[in-house]
């Protein structure tokens, strides 16, 4: 038994005829923090809500600390969704309220210690009447006073300004230092994950395309630029390429460097990008 | 997690204690006005029995102008506030956390779906059995002061009395409020809830007031007055059928043939006695009604309330098959 904080063996998820998620198989090391790409309906929040069985996959298993997830949250777990579903009628001060009836394992200190971080959040303020940072931040504490040791954020950063994406990144990250949570969090904005992930899963139509340590990822890719008139021939996989009237450029995966190529490591983003562009290219082509 | 629910209801509570308030101020306030009235016209004896003689005058029914309608309001006032409980309590309990996607809060916590819904459920019914059952009582006393001068005339099957009496109002609740979360919790928008809990609620309702008659056997009561089938009838007696039994006790099928026989010839007047005289010749020896037997009324309350009480089970389970297949 793997006893990986998040393991996932052939995980799929059909609505339908709809597959959403197909023969995915991953696991995220403890500690880590991993950022989940792809492009929008890759699956990424469906596999969120499997981690933390919202949703039961139509075959394969998802288990947390080598236990099956079955259609109940695991006690270690704390997902943050995109929407930060919160009631909005309570002040702050209730909800935290409601974090500890919800809970049999709820720490108050962690979730105002939260709460107070950066600018710290009015306490007696409706929640409903938040600005999206701060309702972000409260959404965070009630995660954190779960005190888990895997944390599940879908899009935490999406409609934030960069300060508030700035300072919510921060919070995360302090949580990781202090406590080692594994953090698995899907994201579009390619340079903050940079700066904050040291692992990757990149999916697309519901499959894992990449997953692994970053710096590993990133050395096993190269971007070759050569002469446009040139084909190339490469022994490694050939992700996606462009052209321009002058210059083909090209993204490849293993493989050694085409002679008469300029070859440099990709970062991050445009590797992330390389992908993107790719998945794009072939969900043309199919239709 | 009671608190939570309770601190999500508390809208609905603050408006249901507003609601109990000062529709138990406006009811004892009346309810007393009504009383000294009574007293003021010396028509205190018609309250028991509204056949008297004193209770046939001027006094009575200027009495009856001005509180019967205001009665009859407070009972319709308990027949509607059930439905009221489905659409504003019980149609949004699930519906609006669907909506909101406040049931994701819920689920990613320890507290299991089952406990969630079986709070929720449970905390958001009581506030508003307990107003029904105290509005139906402040309703029942006024409604018993005024007595025979009020909708009691009509007896016990006369339909608000009937249904803003006895188990009727908390099984019409939970009908109301179980159909409401169930719908809610099926098709996860408020607005479709609400209108299609009012749709059932009423079509149920009404099928089931017009159905419930049916079940009660009446009962005959025979009289010799053979001209008027309704002589001696006391007041709210509700006949289901008339007609003639012959001398053997036997009920006459073809009671126009006899009647026939004694139609005069030429355009005169005929006497009571000679009509019954000739009617009991040509046959027709007594004449019989059937009523709805007053003491039927609890049995057949209990058997509607009994049929709610079903459909309440089976929302209830579809609830928490609807909500737990929800992702």
Not at chain 1, 91 to 97: F, N, S
Not at chain 2, 253 to 278: G, L, W
Request: aromatic share 8%; charged share 20%.
């Amino acid at each position: 038994m793997n006893a990986s904080p998040v393991h996932a063996s052939n995980v799929a998820k059909h609505f339908g005829r709809v597959r959403a998620l197909d023969d995915c198989s991953f696991s995220l090391p403890s500690g880590s923090v991993t950022g989940l790409v792809g492009p929008n309906g890759a699956g990424k929040s469906t596999l969120l809500s499997l981690i933390a069985g919202l949703a039961r996959p139509t075959s394969g298993t998802v288990s947390v600390h080598g236990t099956p997830v079955r259609g109940q949250m695991h006690p270690d777990v704390s997902l943050l969704t995109q929407k930060r579903p919160l009631y909005d009628q309570f002040t702050v001060r209730e909800m935290m309220r409601a974090g500890a009836a919800l809970n049999d394992c709820w720490s108050a200190a962690r979730a105002f210690e939260v709460l107070d971080l950066l600018a710290g959040v009015d306490k007696d303020a409706r929640v409903g009447n938040l600005s999206a940072g701060a309702r972000t931040q409260v959404a965070i504490a009630f995660a954190l006073g779960r005190l888990p040791k895997v944390l599940l954020l879908d899009e935490p950063l999406s409609d934030l300004d960069p300060l508030a994406r700035d300072e919510t990144l921060r919070i995360v990250m302090t949580e990781v230092a202090e406590r080692g949570t594994t953090v698995l969090l899907s994201s579009h904005l390619l340079t903050d994950l940079g700066d904050v992930c040291d692992h990757l899963l990149l999916l697309d139509q519901g499959r894992v395309q990449v997953a692994g340590e970053i710096d590993e990822i990133l050395g096993d890719h190269r971007v070759v630029v050569g002469p446009a008139e040139v084909s190339l021939e490469t022994d490694g996989v050939v992700v996606d390429s462009s052209h321009t009237a002058r210059q083909t450029t090209a993204l490849v995966r293993g493989g050694s460097v085409p002679s008469g190529w300029d070859s440099t490591h990709p970062d991050l983003e445009a590797l992330v990008m390389g992908y993107l562009r790719a998945a794009r290219t072939r969900k043309l082509a199919r239709q | 997690m009671t608190w939570i629910v309770w601190r999500q209801q508390r809208p609905v509570l603050i408006t249901l204690a507003a609601g109990l308030v000062v529709a138990a101020a406006a009811i004892l306030l009346l309810r007393a006005g009504m009383v000294s009235d009574l007293q003021t016209r010396n028509i205190v004896d018609c309250v028991r029995d509204g056949t008297l003689q004193a209770c046939r005058g001027e006094g009575p029914r200027a009495f009856q102008k001005s509180w019967y309608d205001l009665i009859h309001f407070a009972q319709l006032l308990v027949i509607v506030v059930p439905a009221l409980v489905g659409l504003f309590i019980g149609a949004p309990l699930f519906a609006r956390e669907f909506e909101q996607g406040t049931h994701v809060l819920a689920f990613t916590q320890s507290v299991s779906r089952t406990r969630w819904m079986a709070t929720k459920f449970v905390v958001a019914a009581l506030p508003a059995l307990l107003f029904v059952a105290v509005l139906q009582l402040l309703v029942r006393s006024w409604v018993n002061a005024a007595g025979q001068l009020g909708p009691l005339a009509g007896g016990p099957y006369y339909f608000s009395t009937f249904d803003a009496q006895g188990v009727s109002p908390i099984a019409y609740t939970l009908f109301a409020y179980t159909l409401g979360v169930f719908v809610g919790a099926l098709f996860r928008r408020t607005l479709v809830a609400i209108t299609l809990t009012l749709g059932v609620f009423v079509v149920t309702r009404g099928f089931l007031s017009t159905w419930r008659e049916s079940t009660i056997e009446p009962v005959r009561v025979l009289s010799n007055e053979l001209t008027d089938p309704y002589a001696g009838m006391g007041p709210g007696q509700v006949v289901k059928n008339t007609g003639f039994l012959d001398a053997k006790g036997a009920v006459v099928t073809d009671v126009n043939a006899a009647q026939a026989k004694c139609v005069p010839n030429a355009r005169i007047e005929v006497s009571v006695e000679d009509r019954t005289a000739c009617w009991q010749q040509n046959g027709l020896a007594r004449s019989f009604r059937e009523v709805l037997p007053f003491e039927q009324a609890t049995t057949v309350h209990l058997l509607e309330a009994s049929i709610f009480a079903g459909l309440a089970v089976l929302f209830v389970l579809g609830s928490v098959w609807a909500v737990r297949r929800q992702a």
